[in-house]
Each structure stands twice: as structure tokens, then as C-alpha cells.
């Protein structure tokens, strides 16, 4: 049973509060008991070393915190009956040594250690979703390297559009992969901010080392404001907003291929590994993975929405905290998850080059490109020749023939009153896919020259995007070894 009430409260919680608020704090320990660790032995070093906590005291308190950074969550005896987790640590160190622990709480409300375990908590995720995101983008250009050359039709609305190459559009995706990997850089910056040492809402008396504490956790800044620092609605809704975005751009390409993979289709198959038959249904070869793409970036839009909604309330107010601690790492860790996922399909995706040539020369997708080929020929305004082409398409369409010579002669006659004159080798150039995919070579275009180029620069992006992970990450660590040297130095062990 938790011991009564300090201060205001003369009793201890109701057995509904333990239940209900108490029970949800503690069970967010696996989040934050990573770095609410840190959090506390930074804070004591700090008062130790700007002299507000007697030296013997402070070593006795960090020996029992460094003990307690030893001590794995899972033999912690953690109570909700006994608060947050915050409480529950400092309850640890009461029973073992009253007068150290009652120095615990010096110049910092335990909202301060908590909001700073969550600061490393996400920070830590951002990171590991820049690592996962760069495997994405590094699996979606392999595909694209090995498929420059193969043709295919591009599609809008789901319909045959133009003849493309399956390299130019996998790099469709890559682009936005990039700018990802962008967010997730920015995201990091804001959150790798210091929120400690602000005392409560408007700074503290004490003489408080906020950027001692921010170099001992490993923070390249410090949130200046002492509210801002512990109340920001923003913050949880930059990085969720962050990772739906990324989720957005997996789950478009996922949808992609899963129409694909149809036999209808027919133009990938996912490998074994990364389906799921039916039980009942022998034949089938169920695309499991991307619809698990599809469902998680479906979920996180939802949490995405439930971070705003619990953001909007008056300032200084608990809400968008205590269920941004969960669901903010929660959803980074799905993020990681799926981009995982995604680079393993990619890795793992045949596909049906023969399948996807055909397609392109069905469907009449070069009637754009036939159109401005009688722009350039004949001289007809470019409305005019989008006539003639599609009136060609309405009269061949229904007997599935293709489009020729004659039959572009016999809509001329019934648009204009006149044929084109086009020459029989215009016509063949401007109804071959290939031929009309080599030529655009401009910036962006889907000939080989561009393509290349375009892949080359992704791969710049990737390699920029690892190089600050691995230099991010090298650091971090550095920091948390320190910080755990300055600890045993000054407890004198």
C-alpha cells in the first residue's frame, strides 16, 4: 500500500485513480525508464557541482542512483498505488536512504525528468527511423538500377497514361524519401533540445546549470522558456506529423503494388516470405505485407489526429503530456517497423518485364505522344491534334485494334475534312515505347541519362542522411558514457 499523502493531501489515491491514471502512468515505464535514469543522475551532478548539494549527500544519492541505472525495469517494483514513475524511483530511494533521497526533488518538479526521458525517447526512435528510411530508399533505388531499361506504362487514375520505365517510377518514390529523411533531421533538431534544469514554470532561484545539464544529456540546445519546455503541443505533433508523412509515401507505393501483384495485373509478386496464404482458399498468394503497410499508416493517422486533439486545452495542462510520453515513441517504433518491412519487399519483389512491356504498348498510351508528333508534322495547333488523336482512340477502342496509320487518317478525314500526310516513319517512331522513352532526356525525364542521374543523387541523399545517423548516434553514446563517468567520479567509485 503507498504511504499517505505529503504536503497538500492528507490521504492516499482512491483505488479508481490507481486503477485508471496511475496504472497508465507506470505502465509507460518501458518508454521512459531508459532515460529518466540519465535525467536523474545529470540533475544531482549538477547540484553538486554548483554547489547546492553537500558533497557527502550528493555521493551518497548518485551511488544509489547509479544503482539504480544498473537495475533492469524488470526487477523494479513498480506499484502504481505509488504514482508515476518518477514516484516510484524516488520511493526506491527513500526506503534505502531517507536523508539522500529527500535532495531528490531539488529545483525540478517530476514532470522535468519524465518530459526529459520522453525528450530521449524520441530522439532515440528518430534515429533509428533515419536508419530504417535510408534502407528503404537504398532498396527502392536497387530496383530502380536494375530496371532503367524495363518499359512500362505509367498510370493516372489507374489507367494507361504514358510509357515510362519502372526505374523512373520507383524514383517517383525516392524523392520523397528524401525529403523524409529531411523531417526526420528537423524533427531530431527540435527534439534534441534540453527541457531540463527550467525549475517550475517561470525558472528557479537556485542557481541551475541549464547548459551543464544540456551537455550532459547529450542536447545540442536548450528550450528556453520553463513552460514551453514542459508543455509543448507542438513537439509530439511535429514528430508524429513527421512519421505520417513518411508512412503516407510507403503506404502509396504499398497500394501500388498490391494492385500489381493482382492477376489482373500481373506485373510483380512478392516473395513467399512476404505473403500469407488463405486457409481456405488454396490458391491464393495473399500480399500480407502491404496491407499491414496500409493498416499501420491507416492507425497512426488516427493518433496523428489524437495528439492534436489532446494538445488543444489550456496551457500548463497534463493532457497532451502524459499521452504523448506513449504515443508518440509507440508510433515511431511502428514507423521503424513498417520501413523495414518495406525495404524487405522491395528487396524481395519479382517482376514481370515481359508483362509490363506488353501493357505499354496496349491501352494507347502513346496517343500523348502522337499527338504532339502531328503537332510538330502537320502544323495543327496541339487542341486540333488531341482531337484527331482521341477521336482515333474512340473508333479503335471498342475492337481493341491499335492505333495505325490509316486509322489516324480516317479520324483526320472525319475531324478536319483532310488526312496529315504524316510520313509511315513518324507514325512508327510516335507509337513505339521505347523509342519514345529514350527521347525525353530531359531533367526528370525517363531516359537512361536522367534516370541515372536521378539515382545518383538519391544516393548522395542517403549517404548524407547515414553519415549524420552514424556521427548523431556515435555521439549519443559518447555522452551516455560520460555522463555515467562524472556520476562514479563524483560518488567515488
Keep these: ?30 518508454i521512459l525508464w531508459p532515460g529518466i535514469g540519465p535525467a536523474d543522475l545529470a540533475h544531482t551532478t549538477m547540484l553538486i557541482e554548483v ?26 517494483p513498480l506499484d502504481p498505488a505509488r504514482g508515476d514513475v518518477y514516484t516510484n524511483r524516488e520511493h526506491w530511494l527513500v526506503e534505502r536512504d531517507r536523508e539522500a533521497a529527500g535532495w531528490f526533488s531539488a529545483g525540478r518538479a517530476r514532470r522535468e525528468a519524465t518530459t526529459i526521458a520522453y525528450h530521449l525517447a524520441v530522439r532515440e526512435r528518430l534515429l533509428a527511423l533515419t536508419k530504417a528510411s535510408v534502407a528503404y ?53 527540435r527534439i534534441n533540445r534540453s527541457p531540463a534544469g527550467g525549475g517550475s514554470t517561470n525558472g528557479s532561484r537556485l542557481p541551475l546549470d541549464r547548459q551543464r545539464l544540456a551537455d550532459l544529456l547529450g542536447f545540442d540546445g536548450i528550450v528556453t522558456h520553463p513552460r514551453d519546455a514542459m508543455w509543448q503541443a507542438d513537439g509530439p505533433l511535429e514528430a508524429m506529423a513527421a512519421l505520417v508523412a513518411l508512412l503516407l509515401n510507403l503506404d502509396r507505393l504499398a497500394e501500388d503494388l498490391q494492385i500489381w501483384s493482382t492477376e489482373e495485373f500481373g506485373f510483380v509478386e512478392l516473395a513467399d516470405a512476404h505473403a500469407r496464404t488463405s486457409i481456405i ?50 508510433a515511431l517504433h511502428r514507423a521503424i517497423e513498417t520501413a523495414d518491412l518495406m525495404a524487405g519487399v522491395l528487396r524481395g519483389l519479382q517482376v514481370n518485364r515481359t508483362r509490363l512491356a506488353q501493357r505499354a504498348s496496349e491501352g494507347y498510351a502513346q496517343a500523348t505522344d502522337l499527338a504532339e508528333t502531328i503537332m510538330l508534322e502537320a502544323g495543327l495547333d496541339y487542341r486540333t491534334a488531341h482531337a484527331v488523336v482521341g477521336h482515333a482512340v474512340r473508333r479503335a477502342a471498342p475492337e481493341g485494334a491499335p492505333l495505325d496509320q490509316e486509322r489516324l487518317d480516317q479520324a483526320a478525314r472525319d475531324v478536319l475534312g483532310h488526312t496529315l500526310a504524316l ?68 560518488a567515488n567509485l
Design 1 to 30: 500500500m503507498a504511504e499517505p499523502r505529503e504536503g497538500r493531501l492528507s490521504e492516499g489515491p482512491a483505488p479508481e485513480l490507481v486503477r485508471s491514471a496511475f496504472r497508465w502512468e507506470v505502465g509507460l515505464a518501458p
Design 51 to 76: 554547489g547546492v548539494l553537500p558533497h557527502e549527500i550528493g555521493r551518497r544519492l548518485l551511488t544509489l542512483l547509479l544503482e539504480l541505472q544498473a537495475l533492469p525495469l524488470d526487477r523494479f
Design 137 to 189: 530508399l537504398e532498396a527502392l533505388l536497387a530496383q530502380a538500377e536494375a530496371h532503367v531499361a524495363t518499359i512500362m506504362p505509367d498510370y493516372t487514375y489507374l489507367q494507361p497514361a504514358q510509357p515510362t520505365t519502372l526505374a523512373h517510377y520507383l524514383l517517383g518514390f525516392a524523392y520523397p524519401a528524401m525529403r523524409d529523411l529531411e523531417r526526420l533531421r528537423a524533427a531530431f533538431q
Design 281 to 330: 482458399m488454396p490458391q491464393k498468394k495473399n500480399p500480407y505485407a502491404l496491407a499491414f503497410v496500409r493498416g499501420v499508416t491507416g492507425d497512426l493517422i488516427g493518433r496523428l489526429a489524437s495528439m492534436a486533439a489532446v494538445g488543444k486545452t489550456p496551457s500548463g495542462q497534463v493532457d497532451n503530456r502524459i499521452f504523448a510520453y506513449g504515443e508518440v515513441p509507440h
Design 423 to 490: 510520313s509511315a516513319e513518324a507514325v512508327r517512331a510516335a507509337l513505339d515505347p521505347e523509342a519514345l522513352v529514350a527521347g525525353r532526356t530531359g531533367l526528370g525525364g525517363a531516359a537512361e541519362a536522367p534516370v541515372r542521374a536521378m539515382i545518383d543523387e538519391a544516393r548522395r541523399a542517403a549517404g548524407e542522411a547515414t553519415d549524420w545517423h552514424q556521427a548523431a548516434q556515435a555521439r549519443l553514446i559518447e555522452v551516455d558514457e560520460q555522463l555515467l563517468q562524472r556520476a562514479r567520479a563524483l
